[in-house]
């Protein structure tokens, strides 16, 4: 089954992009179906990039990052062919982690 | 020259030093510095995520108050097309970031996203957020030890019969 | 001399004018005339808005609005159908149950066709879309068939587009009088005013593109459907065409149609060959 998160990273030689779209409801918990009833919230809370087993990026998120979130971030000290590994956890304790090589 | 204030240093030891390191449960890592203060660092702030207000949201999450900066460039549309999926983004010229933050004012809860900006990580970051009403939007970069904001006004409508 | 000599002229062509709408022949007016209605409707249009692009009309609301486009390409970077549309590849490349796959319904395996839908099936004598053509594929082969307005069949749909992307729309109306009236009849469709709000889709779409209905920036019409399918921040998820024709009707007080209704096949019929020469851009993403 193809992972949740979906990632581009892309080395100039000095700076890495990366982007991430994770498919994920990122509900509110505010929200009601269409029974009426409030569709609990449902969020990732907290989402790791690792690289060459370092920590380059981590966020913490709350129910305010859109549906499917999206982030965009540049690092450096890596080059094309080196690992990203992408993580998150949310609030229900589900989790899903992926790796992507740098282009 | 690095920061002297004992959890950041120890924060950024973190991000540096120890590979494989499952970031929950830090407690026990012979670092100089408390060590408890440490796990709280890479711990989900859940407090400051449960603040109704902007104010009370910044000083849950990092204890200070911010001073408006030009150097923090924010960078969000003048009306959403649509609240729910808001592109922001922030870049910065300050120094020694390690923190960046994004609050919707007038949403039920300020605080939507926090990021932790690593040694060698570029100070800066894109997203899509969630904005429930009209609202300020305020970005916060935490720079050596100081918190940096700047502030932009997002006007959000409710969709009407579609284009 | 010049001036007489242009004045001759002018009163002659006035006269054959008049004579030409007077004569029985064109009284009659039916005459259905795409190539010079898809003239007329693209002009209007590039008149309209001289400084958009041709081929950004597809674009639908971005092409009418700098503070929207610019959000609207800060997504594309990284689009919210990009799960749609790798689900609508997989949904594509797995056989039914009878091993048989949608490409084998499909010129040239179903890739890099999107443009030429809809097409007039002189066999049927009817006008097929590609949503239509999608289930009667699942239909032939054993297969229960999908909702119209969203899930799978935006999902197959989006890959379709997808594979055609910068292609140019090339609609074809053969020389048969039930094509001619079909396209027609999408045309009269399209500019009927009906329902509570006594709205026509041209209300909106030839009338006001470029500015807001309530909160909503307008759509031209012209290359409308070139996007499809598409992702909505309204819908927080993906529709076809057929949603959207359900789901204006909703909006304007009108009765919705059955998806693939023949009002409907004609109207996209209709959009789809006065859109000719504007490239695919599908799948899209919308407010």
Same mark, same amino acid.
């Given at each position: 089954?193809?992972?949740?998160?979906?990632?581009?990273?892309?080395?100039?030689?000095?700076? /890495?992009?990366?982007? +991430?779209?994770?498919?994920?409801?990122?509900?509110?918990?505010?929200?009601?179906?269409?029974?009426?009833?409030?569709?609990? &919230?449902?969020?990732?809370?907290?989402?790791?990039?690792?690289?060459?087993?370092?920590?380059?990026?981590?966020?913490?998120?709350?129910?305010?990052?859109?549906?499917?979130? $999206?982030?965009?971030?540049?690092?450096?000290?890596?080059?094309?062919?080196?690992?990203? @590994?992408?993580?998150?956890?949310?609030?229900?304790?589900?989790?899903? =982690?992926?790796?992507?090589?740098?282009? | 020259?690095?920061?002297?204030?004992?959890?950041?240093? %120890?924060?950024?030891?973190?991000?540096?030093? +120890?590979?494989?390191?499952?970031?929950?449960?830090?407690?026990?890592?012979?670092?100089?510095?408390?060590?408890?203060?440490?796990?709280?660092?890479?711990?989900?702030?859940?407090?400051?995520?449960?603040?109704?207000?902007?104010?009370?949201?910044?000083?849950?999450?990092?204890?200070? =108050?911010?001073?408006?900066?030009?150097?923090?460039?924010?960078? +969000?549309?003048?009306?959403?097309?649509?609240?729910?999926?808001?592109?922001?983004?922030?870049?910065?010229?300050?120094?020694?970031? =390690?923190?960046?933050?994004?609050?919707?004012?007038?949403?039920?809860?300020?605080?939507?996203?926090?990021?932790?900006?690593?040694?060698?990580?570029?100070?800066?970051?894109?997203?899509?957020?969630?904005?429930? @009403?009209?609202?300020?939007?305020?970005?916060?970069?935490?720079?050596?030890?100081?918190?940096?904001?700047?502030?932009?006004?997002? @006007? *959000?409508?409710?969709?009407?019969?579609?284009? | 001399?010049?001036?007489?000599? &242009?004045?001759?002229?002018?009163?002659?062509?006035?006269?054959?004018?008049?004579?030409?709408?007077?004569?029985?022949?064109?009284?009659?007016?039916?005459?259905?005339?795409?190539?010079?209605?898809?003239?007329?409707?693209?002009?209007?249009?590039?008149?309209?808005?001289?400084?958009?692009?041709?081929?950004?009309?597809?674009?639908?609301?971005?092409?009418?609005?700098?503070?929207?486009?610019?959000?609207?390409?800060?997504?594309?970077?990284?689009?919210?159908?990009?799960?749609?549309?790798?689900?609508?590849?997989?949904?594509?490349?797995?056989?039914?149950?009878?091993?048989? %796959?949608?490409?084998?319904?499909?010129?040239?395996?179903?890739?890099?066709?999107?443009?030429?839908?809809?097409?007039?099936?002189? @066999?049927?004598?009817?006008?097929?879309?590609?949503?239509?053509?999608?289930?009667?594929?699942?239909? +032939?082969?054993?297969? &229960?068939? $999908?909702?119209? *307005?969203?899930?799978?069949?935006?999902?197959?749909?989006?890959?379709?587009?997808? /594979?055609?992307?910068?292609?140019?729309?090339?609609?074809?109306?053969?020389?048969?009088?039930?094509?001619?009236?079909?396209?027609?009849?999408?045309?009269?469709?399209? $500019?009927?005013?009906?329902?509570?709000?006594?709205?026509?889709?041209?209300?909106?779409?030839?009338?006001?593109?470029?500015?807001?209905?309530?909160?909503?920036?307008?759509?031209?019409?012209?290359?409308?459907?070139?996007?499809?399918?598409? $992702?909505?921040?309204?819908?927080?998820?993906?529709?076809?065409?057929?949603?959207?024709?359900?789901?204006?009707?909703?909006?304007?007080?009108? *009765?919705?149609?059955?998806?693939?209704?023949?009002?409907?096949?004609?109207?996209?019929?209709?959009?789809?060959?006065?859109?000719?020469?504007?490239?695919?851009?599908?799948?899209?993403?919308?407010?």
């Amino acid at each position: 089954m193809a992972s949740s998160i979906r990632v581009r990273a892309t080395s100039n030689g000095d700076i /890495t992009e990366v982007q +991430a779209l994770i498919q994920h409801p990122m509900d509110t918990g505010l929200v009601k179906n269409p029974a009426g009833e409030l569709i609990p &919230a449902h969020y990732i809370q907290q989402l790791k990039f690792e690289c060459n087993g370092k920590d380059v990026f981590a966020a913490d998120w709350g129910t305010a990052v859109s549906k499917d979130p $999206y982030v965009k971030f540049s690092f450096k000290g890596a080059k094309k062919g080196d690992e990203l @590994k992408i993580s998150w956890t949310d609030n229900k304790g589900a989790s899903d =982690t992926t790796t992507a090589k740098i282009a | 020259m690095t920061t002297t204030t004992g959890p950041l240093a %120890t924060r950024r030891l973190i991000l540096q030093g +120890a590979a494989c390191v499952a970031v929950l449960g830090l407690g026990n890592l012979p670092f100089a510095a408390a060590p408890a203060r440490a796990a709280a660092n890479d711990k989900y702030p859940e407090e400051a995520f449960k603040q109704k207000n902007e104010a009370d949201a910044i000083k849950a999450l990092y204890g200070k =108050t911010a001073e408006p900066s030009d150097k923090v460039k924010l960078d +969000a549309p003048e009306i959403a097309e649509n609240g729910g999926v808001v592109p922001v983004s922030v870049t910065t010229t300050l120094d020694k970031v =390690t923190s960046i933050s994004f609050f919707v004012a007038e949403n039920p809860f300020a605080l939507a996203a926090s990021y932790k900006i690593a040694d060698g990580t570029l100070p800066g970051v894109a997203n899509r957020l969630k904005m429930a @009403k009209t609202s300020n939007l305020v970005a916060i970069v935490e720079a050596d030890g100081k918190l940096y904001s700047a502030t932009k006004e997002v @006007k *959000v409508t409710v969709g009407g019969c579609g284009g | 001399m010049r001036t007489r000599a &242009a004045l001759l002229l002018g009163s002659l062509s006035a006269a054959l004018v008049a004579f030409a709408l007077t004569s029985p022949r064109v009284v009659a007016a039916d005459k259905i005339d795409p190539v010079a209605d898809a003239k007329a409707f693209q002009n209007f249009f590039f008149q309209k808005f001289p400084n958009v692009k041709h081929e950004d009309f597809v674009n639908g609301p971005y092409s009418m609005n700098a503070d929207m486009k610019r959000q609207w390409q800060e997504k594309e970077e990284f689009p919210p159908y990009e799960f749609a549309l790798d689900a609508g590849k997989e949904m594509f490349a797995t056989p039914f149950k009878n091993g048989k %796959t949608y490409a084998d319904c499909f010129p040239n395996g179903g890739i890099g066709i999107r443009q030429d839908y809809p097409y007039f099936d002189t @066999k049927e004598g009817k006008v097929v879309t590609l949503e239509l053509a999608l289930n009667r594929c699942r239909a +032939a082969n054993g297969e &229960a068939p $999908y909702s119209y *307005v969203k899930d799978e069949m935006a999902s197959l749909t989006a890959y379709m587009a997808f /594979t055609s992307r910068g292609k140019l729309m090339d609609i074809e109306i053969p020389d048969d009088p039930r094509a001619l009236e079909a396209f027609e009849n999408g045309k009269r469709y399209f $500019y009927t005013r009906r329902g509570q709000m006594n709205f026509s889709c041209a209300s909106c779409h030839v009338q006001s593109p470029g500015e807001r209905i309530r909160a909503e920036i307008l759509a031209p019409a012209l290359g409308i459907l070139n996007a499809m399918p598409i $992702y909505r921040s309204e819908w927080s998820g993906m529709g076809t065409i057929s949603r959207r024709f359900v789901t204006c009707n909703s909006q304007t007080r009108a *009765v919705p149609l059955e998806p693939q209704s023949d009002e409907y096949r004609d109207v996209e019929y209709f959009l789809s060959y006065v859109a000719n020469g504007l490239p695919i851009a599908g799948p899209g993403a919308r407010p």
